[in-house]
């Protein structure tokens, strides 16, 4: 009998360690890091694997551009509505530069997506991060991918 309740007691403290140690990271998560431009591009990525950059092409977080063919405004109207269509909240715009960011829909971890336009070379750089963790366990590459998707389906090219 007294197993079984060094056994349940064990159990119990771990499990609340974990779910503290998930709270805690989530109110983590709402602290804003430093966001914008460095040089006129999207800052680099850190080394922790939960982001993802089109600025960085000789890392393992590069990610290719959205690439479009219309006019820049109107590529810039469409990464706009897809960033909307999927999910994301669009905080600030300014001079070719967009910040929106996404909230996990269980932890409510919040993730920035910045975006950057290139338009002498008909790109739209793309930076996403997670705030909080280390591994994102892809999902900041697989956001950007719904976020391509949407962008081409709209007639980008």
């Known amino acids: 009998m007294c197993l079984v309740k060094i056994l349940l007691y064990s159990v119990t403290g771990i499990a609340l360690i974990v779910v503290l140690y998930f709270i805690a990271l989530s109110i983590s998560s709402r602290k804003q890091p430093e966001l914008g431009l460095l040089n006129n591009e999207l800052r680099a990525c850190p080394t922790s694997p939960n982001c993802i950059c089109s600025e960085q092409p000789d ?33 600030g715009e300014q001079d070719g530069y967009l910040h929106a960011y996404y909230r996990t829909p269980l932890m409510r971890y919040i993730d920035d997506v910045e975006l950057r336009l290139d338009e002498s070379k008909q790109q739209i750089h793309i930076r ?3 705030r ?18 949407v962008f081409l389906a709209s007639g980008s090219s």
């Open 59 to 91: 890392n393992a977080a590069y990610i290719e551009p959205l690439l479009y063919t219309t006019t820049a405004a109107a590529a810039w109207e469409r990464i706009k509505q897809a960033i909307v269509e999927t999910g994301g909240v669009i905080t």
């Open 128 to 130: 996403s991060a997670s």
């Open 132 to 149: 909080a963790g280390h591994s994102d366990l892809g999902a900041n590459r697989q956001r950007v991918g719904q976020i391509r998707e």
